[in-house]
């Protein structure tokens, strides 16, 4: 009887807490539709079908690059048929989830429930609970960590770059990297806090030696507090500014102001996935990264951002699938190196391309980052697969030091290229001759340009 008292009240307080009522995507279906031929390509790129944007029942969460890659569409129980047999028609198999929605319980709870606990490093943390780790960092790792004020987002919450560096006067060339911008892919912020926590625990990493790193884990923390308040809110992906009546929010990677809203973007400020905003930049938590990327753009050789899912690595240009830049081979064998070193450390391979070729997409932080800033090298990484955005908590511990090594061969290669230290890195080396090497260093940078 007592016991049965106490199960009772417990699951009242859980109630309370994570909510029991209906939740919108309870009885929503995932289909993943796999394209075996050439033209299931072209019939994929179609969707969403017209009639039921206006619906706002469908939702394309990942596009296929290639044949055998899924597309994956979650839809009401009401349009469930219609893609199906779209589906069937065409000759695709599909892989179904049925009652979508019902999945995410299980893994938000544990996260839900730990709102006001400290920061976990194998976790999915409030925003306040990364701010608070980051304010303590600050003290305790002072030698290597400084915050620098950004602003304010939206819902004015305050948000701050972490430089993490041991030599701050020494110029060196820094890798940028950003995380969050999609408030619903959670494993990027615990990624980006990873790397942050990597650096400053791994005593003697090499990773520091000459290279600065500014990290910026979460850039759009309303969409993420959104995504964390219920269930119903799960899939929230845009900011969360008021836009027009009753509808909120733009895609914060469809609002950057290079090529913007040429393609893959959406016009309707009530479209939930690829509203490009009024105008670029029209959103505080992007002008944030701009700012970042702007003042620095001469010290920043690395950009990535940060996402999720479906374990891509994908470089510029992003607004077309019609042309890459000069160096695309460049860019192209570092994402290489980076998904050898994560695959050696037992993690799944990236698939390699430029954004634009898998889908066109205007107004990207890479584009931006590579085309206005004149950032030589940057990336939008999807992080993992088959869990679309609701990767399990559980699995962190796992993937992040796999994914991590991926960053260790970033760093490695940035420096090889552009730092002044690997250059005079052999045995012990006379300060003349660190001066000739460097004055060499400088003919060679005039040279190349
Ligand atoms: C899901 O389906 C069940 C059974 O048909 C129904 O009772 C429930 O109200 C539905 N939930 C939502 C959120 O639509
Ligand atoms: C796609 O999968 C089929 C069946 O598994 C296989 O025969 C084919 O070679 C694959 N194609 C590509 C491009 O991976
Ligand atoms: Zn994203």
Same mark, same amino acid.
């Given at each position: 009887?007592?016991?049965?008292?106490?199960?009772?009240?417990?699951?009242?307080?859980?109630?309370?807490?994570?909510?029991?009522?209906?939740?919108?995507?309870?009885?929503?279906?995932?289909?993943?539709?796999?394209?075996?031929?050439?033209?299931?390509?072209?019939?994929?790129?179609?969707?969403?079908?017209?009639?039921?944007?206006?619906?706002?029942?469908?939702?394309?969460?990942?596009?296929?690059?290639?044949?055998?890659?899924?597309?994956?569409?979650?839809?009401?129980?009401?349009?469930?048929?219609?893609?199906?047999?779209?589906?069937?028609?065409?000759?695709?198999?599909?892989?179904?989830?049925?009652?979508?929605?019902?999945?995410?319980?299980?893994?938000?709870?544990?996260?839900?429930?730990?709102?006001?606990?400290?920061?976990?490093?194998?976790?999915?943390?409030?925003?306040?609970?990364?701010?608070?780790?980051?304010?303590?960092?600050?003290?305790?790792?002072?030698?290597?960590?400084?915050?620098?004020?950004?602003?304010?987002?939206?819902?004015?919450?305050?948000?701050?770059?972490?430089?993490?560096?041991?030599?701050?006067?020494?110029?060196?060339?820094?890798?940028?990297?950003?995380?969050?911008?999609?408030?619903?892919?959670?494993?990027?912020?615990?990624?980006?806090?990873?790397?942050?926590?990597?650096?400053?625990?791994?005593?003697?990493?090499?990773?520091?030696?000459? #290279?600065?790193? $500014?990290?910026?884990?979460? *850039?759009? @923390?309303? =969409? !993420?507090?959104?995504?964390?308040?219920?269930? %119903?809110? /799960?899939?929230?992906?845009?900011?969360?500014?008021?836009?027009?009546?009753?509808?909120?929010?733009?895609?914060?990677?469809?609002?950057?102001?290079?090529?913007?809203?040429?393609?893959?973007?959406?016009?309707?400020?009530?479209?939930?996935?690829?509203?490009?905003?009024?105008?670029?930049?029209?959103?505080?938590?992007?002008?944030?990264?701009?700012?970042?990327?702007?003042?620095?753009?001469?010290?920043?050789?690395?950009?990535?951002? #940060?996402?999720? $899912?479906?374990?891509?690595? *994908?470089? @510029?240009? =992003? !607004?077309?699938?019609?042309?890459?830049?000069? %160096?695309? /081979?460049?860019?192209?064998?570092?994402?290489?190196?980076?998904?050898?070193?994560?695959?050696?450390?037992?993690?799944?391979?990236?698939?390699?391309?430029?954004?634009?070729?898998?889908?066109?997409?205007?107004?990207?932080?890479?584009?931006?980052?590579?085309?206005?800033?004149?950032?030589?090298?940057?990336?939008?990484?999807?992080?993992?697969?088959?869990?679309?955005?609701?990767?399990?908590?559980?699995?962190?511990?796992?993937?992040?030091?796999?994914? $991590?090594?991926?960053?260790?061969?970033?760093?490695?290669?940035?420096?090889?290229?552009?730092?002044?230290? %690997?250059?005079?890195?052999?045995?012990?080396?006379?300060?003349?001759?660190?001066?000739?090497?460097?004055?060499?260093?400088?003919?060679?940078?005039?040279?190349?340009?």
């Amino acid at each position: 009887m007592a016991k049965c008292l106490v199960f009772v009240i417990g699951f009242l307080g859980l109630c309370w807490q994570v909510g029991c009522g209906q939740h919108k995507y309870d009885n929503y279906t995932l289909l993943r539709i796999i394209p075996n031929h050439d033209q299931h390509l072209q019939k994929l790129a179609e969707l969403p079908l017209d009639e039921e944007i206006s619906h706002g029942e469908v939702e394309v969460l990942k596009r296929s690059y290639g044949l055998n890659d899924s597309t994956d569409v979650l839809v009401s129980p009401n349009s469930k048929k219609l893609f199906e047999q779209f589906a069937v028609k065409n000759g695709m198999p599909v892989v179904t989830k049925h009652y979508y929605g019902r999945s995410f319980e299980a893994l938000e709870r544990v996260s839900r429930r730990r709102l006001r606990e400290a920061f976990r490093v194998y976790g999915y943390n409030s925003f306040d609970a990364i701010k608070s780790y980051l304010d303590d960092l600050k003290f305790r790792k002072a030698e290597l960590v400084r915050l620098q004020p950004l602003g304010y987002s939206y819902q004015r919450r305050a948000m701050s770059l972490v430089k993490i560096s041991k030599d701050p006067s020494a110029g060196n060339p820094i890798i940028f990297i950003d995380a969050g911008i999609h408030a619903r892919e959670w494993v990027a912020p615990a990624m980006a806090m990873y790397i942050i926590h990597r650096l400053v625990t791994d005593s003697g990493a090499r990773e520091l030696d000459g #290279l600065d790193w $500014y990290i910026l884990p979460v *850039v759009n @923390p309303d =969409g !993420y507090e959104y995504t964390r308040s219920s269930r %119903s809110q /799960r899939l929230w992906r845009k900011t969360r500014s008021k836009t027009a009546r009753d509808c909120y929010g733009v895609d914060g990677n469809r609002n950057y102001g290079f090529k913007w809203g040429v393609s893959g973007v959406s016009n309707n400020p009530c479209d939930k996935e690829t509203y490009a905003g009024p105008k670029p930049f029209s959103e505080p938590e992007t002008q944030m990264v701009r700012n970042v990327m702007m003042t620095y753009r001469d010290r920043i050789k690395l950009y990535v951002s #940060l996402h999720a $899912y479906g374990q891509y690595l *994908v470089y @510029p240009w =992003g !607004y077309t699938g019609g042309s890459l830049p000069t %160096s695309w /081979r460049k860019l192209d064998s570092l994402a290489r190196k980076v998904s050898n070193a994560v695959q050696n450390a037992g993690g799944q391979p990236f698939k390699v391309l430029s954004a634009g070729q898998w889908y066109p997409a205007a107004g990207g932080s890479d584009d931006f980052a590579f085309g206005a800033a004149g950032i030589p090298y940057s990336y939008t990484m999807e992080l993992t697969d088959g869990y679309e955005f609701v990767y399990p908590e559980n699995n962190l511990a796992t993937i992040l030091p796999q994914l $991590y090594e991926g960053f260790r061969t970033f760093a490695e290669e940035i420096k090889q290229e552009f730092g002044y230290a %690997s250059r005079s890195s052999l045995g012990s080396i006379t300060k003349q001759a660190a001066l000739n090497h460097k004055v060499n260093f400088v003919h060679c940078d005039l040279a190349r340009n």
